[in-house]
């Protein structure tokens, strides 16, 4: 029966009235208690004590005095969350200077604890924050320690707000050097801080864009407070970008004279491209090889030493030992010994040491460097590709001192034979050019022509070549003309090509004009040849050059305006006839084509 009753109700409009009541109520009651709890939660959470609680903590996390100048919000669903406008933070002091500014920060809380008349923030967010660090020209810093971080034995502060989850969202750092005039501003930072505990791991992971290209910024420590009282504790870093990455990995201390020892690492895949995103410009001059190092590295005091060092350049890789003195009051000082596979330069122009402004960046750094640095490096290599030089086994040494800067080729093979020099910059910097000192000895220079190109009548053998040249001008400017010097040249048993000396002598015999190449039938054989010279201004000056052979004897001397390409040349042949009279003769035209005049025809009546 009841059952009956049931259904007909069911299918009843009552029934129907009923059920709509029933949700009308509901809904209503839903709606209240909505309304009751956004009218009795503010009452619970007071925006005035949450704007005094986020005050106390960036003034305890930063050590410096903050202030938020707009009116707290808060909203409670789908979760409670605070926001406060408007955050700035000064130091201490009487001089207050500027840490930080804050578009906005949010947080969230939780409303038991709110209830309990507890406040605790959770998954702060800083949105649009402005850090800037200035170093004054007297050296003191605008940030200070806060006082928990200055605990002895960096004890944990226990009664101190942990800093916990803290996002960032549109940051920006800027950094000031008074003392420089240096600074760098790095916009668009986005991340995350994470130290739920003074005693546990800190992490921090921050991105940003600067050049056009992405970069990522990692750090990790277990002891955090450890490291920021000033004592050594492990530590991870990494930088992750395009052109760079970078990482290490090991122990540092943070403090006046910082204190770093562990593996790192550092690599480029196109060291032009590196340099390119460093100055913001399209760089052609470098090659476009890998850049590496990974070293195991120690600082001390005053000392920064790379142990295994490996290191790749392009296409050379070295091995070695560098140690980086940095004493109080005097230059920094590099020593140590790099061990080369290959050094090919000539994928590295000269047009790459042109800079492509007066205030290019890259040449600063290379003159403050020469001028500011002291080193000492022993560079070894089982090959180096130089032009057209191919020297194996090279022993060679950078000395940089002051404005003095050399490289010095202790000892090389090539062409068979013993190749040493010195090359040295000018005191006044790279404008003003420098000097090249370079001795062959013991060589086959029928090797050394060929590797150069040259053809022609032009003297062989064994022997030995010393040049010593200079030039006044820029390096990525000098043309031949701007060289100037001197070099000797002695060669023993061998031959001038193209030269044939009884068809020279008969034509001179003759008395009359004829070019060089009509002699060219043939092999000039001498047991010993030498040749002095000296050249500037676009000309050579032959000082001597003799030829003593079984079939006669050559004597040369004159000028060789090779700015024009000409010739002016005096010389004698004497024969192996030792009572027959010197034939004369005069050297002109151009080189190779060279037209001799025998003195007969310069002398004789018209």
């Known amino acids: 029966m009841t059952r009956h009753i049931l259904q007909t109700l069911r299918g009843s409009r009552l029934w129907s009235r009923l059920q709509r009541r029933h949700l009308v109520w509901s809904a209503a009651a839903g709606i209240a208690l909505a309304i009751a709890y956004n009218a009795a939660l503010p009452l619970i959470f007071s925006t005035t004590d949450a704007r005094m609680t986020m005050e106390r903590m960036l003034d305890a996390w930063s050590g410096g005095k903050s202030r938020i100048g707009g009116e707290?919000?808060?909203?409670?669903?789908?979760?409670?969350?605070?926001?406060?406008?408007?955050?700035?933070?000064?130091?201490?002091?009487?001089?207050?200077?500027?840490?930080?500014?804050?578009?906005?920060?949010?947080?969230?809380?939780?409303?038991?604890?709110?209830?309990?008349?507890?406040?605790a923030f959770d998954e702060i967010t800083l949105i649009d924050p402005v850090v800037t660090i200035e170093r004054g020209a007297e050296g003191a810093l605008n940030w200070q320690k806060p006082h928990w971080l200055a605990s002895p034995e960096g004890a944990t502060p226990e009664a101190e707000p942990a800093i916990g989850d803290i996002a960032i969202e549109n940051g920006r750092l800027r950094v000031l050097d008074h003392g420089t005039g240096n600074g760098v501003d790095v916009p668009g930072m986005a991340g995350t801080v994470k130290w739920p505990a003074f005693a546990g791991r800190l992490s921090a992971q921050f991105s940003t864009t600067i050049g056009g290209e992405e970069l990522a910024w990692a750090f990790v420590c277990d002891e955090p407070l450890t490291l920021f009282a000033g004592h050594i504790a492990p530590l991870k870093t990494s930088l992750t970008s395009a052109p760079l990455i970078f990482s290490f990995e090991g122990t540092g201390k943070l403090s006046t004279q910082p204190f770093a020892s562990g593996h790192l690492q550092m690599s480029a895949s196109s060291l032009a491209a590196l340099v390119a995103w460093y100055r913001g410009t399209s760089e052609t001059t470098l090659p476009a090889g890998e850049f590496s190092i990974d070293t195991r590295l120690t600082t001390g005091d005053e000392t920064l030493k790379l142990d295994d060092l490996q290191l790749t350049l392009g296409g050379a890789a070295a091995t070695g030992v560098l140690d980086v003195g940095l004493p109080a009051g005097e230059a920094p000082q590099i020593d140590g010994t790099l061990a080369f596979d290959r050094i090919d330069l000539n994928g590295l122009p000269a047009l790459a040491l042109e800079p492509s402004e007066h205030d290019d960046r890259l040449i600063r750094m290379a003159r403050s460097l020469a001028g500011g640095w002291r080193a000492d490096i022993r560079l070894s290599s089982q090959e180096v590709l130089v032009g057209p030089l191919h020297l194996t086994d090279v022993a060679a040494?950078?000395?940089?001192?002051?404005?003095?800067?050399?490289?010095?080729?202790?000892?090389?093979?090539?062409?068979?034979?013993?190749?040493?020099?010195?090359?040295?910059?000018?005191?006044?910097?790279?404008?003003?050019?420098?000097?090249?000192?370079?001795?062959?000895?013991?060589?086959?220079?029928a090797a050394v022509l060929e590797s150069f190109g040259l053809k022609g009548p032009v003297p062989t053998g064994n022997g030995s070549l010393n040049i010593d040249i200079a030039?006044?001008?820029?390096?990525?400017?000098?043309?031949?003309?701007?060289?100037?010097?001197?070099?000797?040249?002695?060669?023993?048993?061998?031959?001038?090509?193209?030269?044939?000396?009884?068809?020279?002598?008969?034509?001179?015999?003759?008395?009359?004009?004829?070019?060089?190449?009509?002699?060219?039938?043939?092999?000039?054989?001498?047991?010993?040849?030498?040749?002095?010279?000296?050249?500037?201004?676009?000309?050579?000056?032959?000082?001597?050059?003799?030829?003593?052979?079984?079939?006669?004897?050559?004597?040369?001397?004159?000028?060789?305006?090779?700015?024009?390409?000409?010739?002016?040349?005096?010389?004698?042949?004497?024969?192996?006839?030792?009572?027959?009279?010197?034939?004369?003769?005069?050297?002109?035209?151009?080189?190779?084509?060279?037209?001799?005049?025998?003195?007969?025809?310069?002398?004789g009546p018209k």
Request: charged share 20%.
């Open 397 to 445: 040494g950078v000395m940089i001192d002051g404005s003095r800067a050399s490289l010095d080729i202790g000892d090389s093979t090539y062409a068979n034979g013993t190749l040493s020099g010195r090359a040295v910059l000018s005191e006044k910097g790279l404008e003003r050019g420098g000097k090249l000192q370079l001795s062959l000895k013991n060589a086959d220079f």
């Open 471 to 603: 030039t006044g001008r820029p390096f990525w400017e000098t043309g031949i003309t701007d060289v100037f010097g001197e070099l000797t040249y002695s060669l023993t048993h061998g031959s001038v090509a193209d030269f044939d000396v009884h068809a020279f002598t008969d034509l001179v015999r003759k008395g009359e004009f004829f070019s060089l190449s009509e002699a060219s039938d043939g092999a000039f054989d001498f047991r010993t040849a030498d040749i002095e010279a000296s050249f500037g201004n676009g000309t050579a000056r032959l000082d001597r050059a003799d030829f003593l052979g079984a079939s006669g004897t050559i004597s040369v001397t004159g000028v060789i305006p090779y700015r024009s390409g000409s010739l002016a040349l005096a010389g004698t042949l004497g024969t192996p006839d030792a009572a027959a009279e010197p034939l004369q003769f005069f050297v002109g035209g151009s080189w190779p084509n060279a037209v001799i005049s025998p003195l007969s025809v310069l002398v």
């Open 72 to 119: 707290p919000e808060i909203r409670f669903w789908p979760e409670p969350l605070l926001t406060l406008p408007a955050v700035t933070i000064v130091s201490n002091g009487p001089n207050a200077r500027p840490l930080a500014e804050i578009g906005r920060i949010t947080a969230t809380f939780s409303l038991l604890s709110a209830l309990r008349g507890e406040q």
